[in-house]
């Protein structure tokens, strides 16, 4: 066996073995702290150490099948995943390969075509050669990136995370997961109702720059103001941004 996959499953079956007792703890502060700990130096935290089985956890922006895999995974038969995603291409192909070629044995998983903002309505997106291209089309964000990055644009649907969770009869959340290319600013100011909600945990991918500043200072300003604890992963050299996390404890 290749020594890297070799290490990487090593790793994958630790953390599986470590998460077992970690679930058996009571949210609330131990757990925030622990997973503090882990932010800070392991460059964010680990997807097994962020929910426990039955949970119910929102993915805002996910492209990945095996992604969406081991989040119905952690979270199991008793728990829920909504993806929201706001390309239809890469829904269409989560969906077709959990539910037609991989077998998945969970159905847990809903799907929202809908990308996110602070209010409904209609928008164009910018589809890189990369996923983590993807904008907004006229979002005024410093990512570094040129027209030539992007090889289609496309009209979609935009709604609210207040308005997604409650069309999709979700009262509860434990857990969502962000990570949108600069929206993260417009989408906290479309879940009001959501950020109230108690002992809600969020981790939101804020890597970009607006004005000259890092939209993490003002997300995580954002976050606090509503009554979160909040924690900053390590930085990376090769973005202005940060991970945040942020729990209702």
Not at 136 to 146: H, R, T
């Amino acid at each position: 066996m290749n020594p890297c996959s070799t290490t990487a499953l090593l790793k994958t079956v630790g953390k599986r073995i470590l998460r077992v007792p970690f679930c058996r703890l009571p949210e609330g502060s131990l757990k925030f702290k622990m997973r503090a700990v882990m932010a800070k130096y392991l460059r964010g935290i680990p997807n097994e150490f962020l929910v426990n089985p039955g949970d119910t956890v929102v993915l805002v922006g996910t492209h990945r099948i095996d992604t969406v895999m081991l989040w119905s995974c952690l979270v199991g038969g008793r728990g829920k995943v909504l993806v929201i995603e706001a390309v239809p291409d890469y829904v269409e192909n989560i969906r077709r390969n959990l539910q037609h070629h991989l077998n998945w044995p969970l159905n847990n998983v809903t799907y929202v075509v809908k990308g996110v903002d602070s209010a409904k309505g209609r928008k164009s997106i910018q589809i890189g050669e990369r996923a983590d291209y993807n904008k907004l089309a006229n979002q005024e964000i410093d990512d570094g990136l040129s027209d030539e990055d992007y090889v289609r644009e496309v009209e979609i649907d935009i709604d609210t995370i207040d308005n997604i969770l409650l069309e999709n009869g979700i009262r509860r959340v434990d857990h969502l997961h962000m990570t949108i290319s600069g929206m993260e600013v417009e989408a906290l100011k479309g879940m009001p109702q959501t950020l109230k909600m108690a002992g809600i945990r969020m981790v939101i991918r804020s890597l970009h720059k607006k004005n000259e500043e890092p939209l993490y200072v003002q997300v995580t300003k954002m976050l606090e103001e509503a009554g979160f604890a909040t924690v900053l992963a390590r930085s990376s050299a090769k973005f202005a941004g940060r991970d945040i996390f942020g729990s209702k404890v």
